[in-house]
């Protein structure tokens, strides 16, 4: 993944914890580019991340990672016809 927005060298070195967690987040919502999540690190960052992750993928990982069942009113259906 290469992120054209963002200084990531600069970010990093400026400021470890916050790069970490903007880049689980990028990495979560636009793709993983062959790289694996490490899922303790999912499940330590998870309160700091969740509001900022795709609604729908979001849902899927709180399955994945703690088996909680996703009711359907929770899955947005018409997610490119948001108004």
Sequence with gaps: MHNWS???KKFKQENPKEYR????????????DGEKLDKEEVKKSWSAIKEKLD???KIYLEYLL???RPSS???IKNFWNLS
């Design 6 to 8: 963002v200084n990531e």
């Design 21 to 32: 967690l903007w880049r689980l987040t990028q990495l979560i919502n636009y793709g993983l």
């Design 66 to 68: 703690w088996e909680k």
């Design 55 to 57: 609604p729908n993928t």
């Design 73 to 75: 009113k929770d899955i």
